[in-house]
Each structure stands twice: as C-alpha cells, then as structure tokens.
C-alpha cells in the first residue's frame, strides 16, 4: 500500500500561483510514476500532469502545459505541483496518485493509489 497526503491548497486571485505537495508514505516511493488529477464540481476527474519514477520524463494536457510543471524528490518522498498564472477554471479538488504503471501515464485508470484530495479555488 502506498498513502499519499495532499498539501498547499487554497484561494488565489487570478494571475497567482499556488504550490501543491503530495507526501507519500508505505512502499517505496521511487517505484511509482505519480499523477496530479482534478475534480470540478459535476465535472468528471481530469489529467493535470504525471512525473516518470526518476523524474526525467514529464507530461501535461495544453490546458496546463506551460503553467504547470510536476516535481519530485525522491529522497523526501514527495510530488510538487507548481502552478503560475492562475485561472478561474483551474477550480477544483487536486488529487495526487501513484502508478505502477512504466512510463508518465495520463489514464485514471492505470492509477493504483490516490490521495484524498486539495482544494483549489481561483477567484476572478
């Protein structure tokens, strides 16, 4: 089992940025490819951005590509997501995940474990 807490959410105007941390705990963390995901209300839970097991390979949707960028560190056993530039339709609970899975993986699906989630909020 790995557990994973989510941390650094909140309310930002737009324009601003936030920094999530996701700290992992159990197996060992640099066995996983991890996953940010969010959630809007009615709205189905979407791919933010995945880090490879090293770090080396990173991948995001456009809707986030160039204001959001994935990180790790394996010796503290934690996933960052810095998020620039801020928009009202980033709103949403963020979830961190880990996967089994090689690779930087975007399916929900191939996720193995998941936090319990953050919430974001950007005002207009």
């Known amino acids: 089992q790995v557990q994973l807490v989510e941390s650094g959410g909140g309310l930002v105007q737009a324009g601003g940025s936030l920094r999530l941390s996701c700290a992992a705990s159990g197996r060992t963390f640099s066995n996983y490819g991890m996953g940010w995901f969010r959630q809007a209300p009615g709205k189905e839970r979407e791919f933010v951005a995945a880090?490879?097991?090293?770090?080396?390979?990173?991948y995001y949707p456009d809707s986030v590509k160039g204001r959001f960028t994935i990180s790790r560190d394996n010796a503290k056993n934690t996933v960052y997501l810095q998020m620039n530039s801020l928009k009202p339709e980033d709103t949403a609970v963020y979830y961190c995940a880990a996967t089994a899975s090689p690779g930087v993986i975007a399916t929900r699906s191939l996720y193995d474990y998941w936090g319990q989630g953050t919430q974001v909020t950007v005002s207009s």
């Open positions: 880090i490879s097991w090293n770090g080396r390979s990173t």
